[in-house]
């Protein structure tokens, strides 16, 4: 890089050292752009449990500076997960399928299956444990964990009980969920079971999570001109 | 022949376009697109969301091939995860000036013989979808972009032209 010497070169050095090839675009000191990074790392890479509990720690009392209720706080932590939703969908598109162009979920149990297996075992390492569908509202799914990864350090306190920071995971569903067409009326995360000791499998899991998912009227009209057009 | 390329919102707000020539053949990569031609390209472009639209909940694919033909406009299409729209308008440059007259009508002839639905074609689209496709992806990936915001990352624009340089 050759530039004409400059009358003040107190100002004229750093917009040199600033500026690269193309002018306004500038470069890792590596040169290596996001562009240039293999989409298939990092299969065994994992982050610390530690270090995610730390960071989420800090996203939920950021979260919490601003809040006015339980309620609240729960929709800011969905809206902290959705983005993620989004994004993870391509990606996690891109790297199962052997050829990516056969992949796009378009009916329900698909896009439910790629959820609680594909989803769940990128964030979480394992898949989810159960799925079903609601006998009350056939809008209704329900995905249960039964030790969710995001509530184990988490002690909730009494006052506060129906709180369940799972939300960030429903946020993530409901990302997931919108991108790929299938509106929702809103994903929740609840404790299984309000009180413990009425049940017994809620004792064995004292942490079990249901993310209730409801699909929007549109996506059932849809399914079902679907169902008809298969069989 | 000329290609013009959008990258299209899922509000079906244009995202990113660019346009190009093709390399194979002796061909320079420049779009010989006229000057009136290249609004009504968008024209063409956007009435075929409509037809990606009736087709997108058919079959789980991503590349939607030829899609529609106005005049001798060719659209093909691509559909990502998260129904972000590729679309492809590619044009046999039948009027285009011609460089000179002997060469012309050898050119009509080749033109002539385009046909979008041939696999070989085909499976060049496809190719470049799937190119653009993986610089999709780390677009989205990157934390600071939000959906349907518009890409303006030269390295992007750089990808693009070098997988339409490399297939088309």
Redesign the interface.
Known sequence: MTQPPSKNPQTALPQQSLRTQ?PG?RYPTNKK???D?N?NRTRTAELSRASFAYLFVEMISYAQRRVTGVADLEKRLNLQGY?LG??L???L??RTAPQ???????RVL?LLQFITTTLWKHLFGRPADALERSAANAAEYMISDNEPLVNSYISVPREMSQLNCAAYVAGIIEGVCD???FATQGVSAHWANEDPAKDAPAQMWPGKTVFLIRFAPEVLE?EEI?AKATA | MSFYFAIIGTKDNPIFTHEFGTSKAGGDGLSRFRDDQRHLNQFIVHSSLDIVEEV????????LKALDRFQNNHISA??????IKFILLSNPDTHAPARTTSTSSNRASTYAAYNPTSPAVEEAT?NF??EV??????????PFY??NAPVR????RA?VAAAAKKFL
Request: aromatic share 12%; hydrophobic share 45%.
């Open positions: 193309s675009l752009t996001i562009y990074r989409l983005p989004l994004r969908l391509d990606l598109l891109t990516p162009s056969t992949a796009r979920p378009v698909p991108g790929a067409g849809r679907l | 997108q909940w058919g079959s789980g694919a991503m590349y691509f559909l990502t995860g998260a129904n496809k979808f799937l496709y993986d610089a999709w992806v780390k677009t989205v990936m990157n939000q959906l990352s030269p390295v992007f990808r």
